[in-house]
């Protein structure tokens, strides 16, 4: 029984190695993992709290739960109605190539940028149509622009971006928003770790702006996701979305995380001086580390990536390899900002190796 | 910013109302729902204990956990190569249809049948071949392979069958496999509640066979299904599917309710012990109810159907119209089997309608 043609040269999407695939096959006591941009704090204790609250597992969640949407509407200064959830940026995605792109269109995807995006782009049966970027790896409006065809359905921008780090400047987007005249996808999973959002944009009828819970929330296990859309759009999102995509636990969570303002500034912040303090530590070595407004560094090596990355596991720490990502070389590879204990571990065995 | 032609013509899927509306809408204290076929004793304990056990929310799930795949291949005696997990049966039918259905391809359905399907055909770009069934609901396999042209690529058979609760022939069902050339997908959600199962089709290279944890497990809100497929198939399910389809602590739960087996033979004993007696007690009511092999009822009433919802409804009894199932006539409904108080609420509302 054959699969579709375009499956069988399909890459899937490869998560990070998990700390006790390396502890073992590297005979490691101490293994962290800096490789997915998790959130090494955890979610606040009320979330954890929340999440164990709710007995009625036998009974199907709401699909499409308002107080938790009225909850999100609030934090992004919109109305709830405005709100569509999903399991994770990645469940908005999915549903939002279900909206928008099948045989034949063309997705405009500003390269390196997540690989999910370039995933259900061939899954859709899309044509994907890679921009580069500037130097300092921001998108260029007139390099978008110019890559505009009658097929085109989306743009898709990720600020910050992974797994660059580097933040959009608004009235560059605007250029794009108001004159390519297609949908624009704002992925902003790491808004909340950069000193700009891209809120505003969301009042535009052809903007889709989605987040997360996984990052600085640190319910990445949960996969709750949102997008601020057109209100006109949240009907066509309910009849392409799975059934039930959030559990009522994973809700609950998420609601409580929202509440403790408090918990995620702590978070923020040490997240924050944590990845400034690698970036100028990486400096002092002479690496080649870009500034990042996110939760994760990107770094050019002298080394092929898959040597730095294996001489860093021979030490106990678990860095992504980006020689893989599209737009991406053999020398890069992103570092995620854990906690100082784990970041100084990083640091030291850099030392080493350079 | 229009959305694809194919999307403004679907019809989404269509939860159940919840208890709480109904409560609001008709100003009643004790709302049961039946509407669902959620299993009303819930999981075992021991789920719930397995559930609220894991705090490291911020870390990414397994994609792919080997422990439960080894639990379930166990259960269903088969490797734990041959299991592929989702969220729920809809997210492996999601993944089944991006593995083989794309625009013109022809998906064969017996109707009625479970909503969902015919969804995902639509939203594939394939399209429907509706089947009708023997007077006894039962698929006839002759049908079937007379339904079959070169471009069909995917039967799709559920048994127990939702909404009419009678369970398939291996034998026929056998014809269709071994004559029909093509995928067959078998649905066993309500497996559990079954005097036969269908495990066995499973060792065919054309056939997969979906299970759930939403119903005899109790574990409904938590979205954990799973198939039972060629090994070949493996790796193609896990280039589709979304990234991380389970958290860790449902899949500790589905781990926790698999090994209590004792509390799974509870649940369907008094499942089937209420379904045998809702039954007798309706023909004596003169409803025309069918047999039904799995934890709900199917009834032709002699009322429209909304009359006979919204009747129930007023008494604090939620069942489901089945009017706008395809393949279902204006007179049709479906109740749940609940506990046993749930049951005589429901049969005593019946005994005063007709």
């Keep these: 029984m054959m699969v579709r043609e375009s499956i069988l040269h399909l890459d899937g999407y490869k998560a990070g190695k998990s700390i006790e695939e390396v502890r073992m096959k590297y005979g490691l006591e101490k293994v962290v993992k800096l490789a997915s941009n998790e959130n090494p704090y955890g979610p606040s204790p009320k979330a954890i709290e ?101 097929n085109t359905r989306l743009i898709i921008i990720c600020s910050p971006n992974n797994p660059t780090g580097n933040s959009e400047n608004m009235n560059e987007l605007k250029d794009i928003i108001e004159d390519g005249g297609v949908m624009i996808f704002i992925d902003e999973a790491y808004a909340e770790f950069s000193s700009k959002n891209l809120l505003d944009l969301a009042q535009y009828s052809n903007v889709i702006l989605a987040r997360t819970f996984s990052k600085a929330f640190g319910l990445a296990n949960l996969r709750i996701g949102y997008a601020v859309i057109p209100e006109e759009l949240r009907k066509y999102f309910l009849k392409v979305s799975t059934p039930f995509p959030l559990s009522t636990p994973a809700k609950q969570a998420a609601i409580a995380a929202l509440d403790d303002r408090e918990y995620l500034k702590m978070v923020v912040d040490r997240t924050v001086a944590e990845r400034e303090t690698m970036l100028r530590e990486l400096k002092k070595m002479g690496v080649r580390a870009f500034p ?46 854990g906690k100082k204990e784990e970041n100084d571990m990083f640091l030291e065995a850099m030392g080493e190796i350079y």
Excluded: Q, W
């Design 292 to 337: 990042s407004e996110s939760n994760f560094i990107f770094i050019e090596t002298e080394f092929d990536s898959a040597y730095m990355v294996e001489e860093l596991l021979k030490r106990g720490i678990i860095i992504r390899d980006c020689s893989g990502f599209t737009g991406c070389n053999s020398n890069h590879v992103r570092v995620s900002v």
């Design 50 to 150: 929340a999440f164990k609250s709710f007995d009625s597992l036998h009974i199907y969640p709401d699909p499409d739960p308002l107080d938790l949407r009225e909850k999100i509407g609030e934090y992004a200064g919109v109305e709830a109605d405005r709100i569509t959830l999903g399991a994770g940026v990645d469940g908005i995605l999915e549903n939002m190539f279900k909206l928008f792109v099948e045989g034949g269109n063309e997705v405009i995807i500003p390269v390196p940028s997540f690989p999910y995006y370039h995933i259900l782009t061939k899954l859709s049966g899309g044509v994907e149509v890679r921009v580069s970027r500037r130097e300092d790896f921001t998108v260029d409006a007139t390099e978008v622009l110019n890559s505009i065809g009658k």
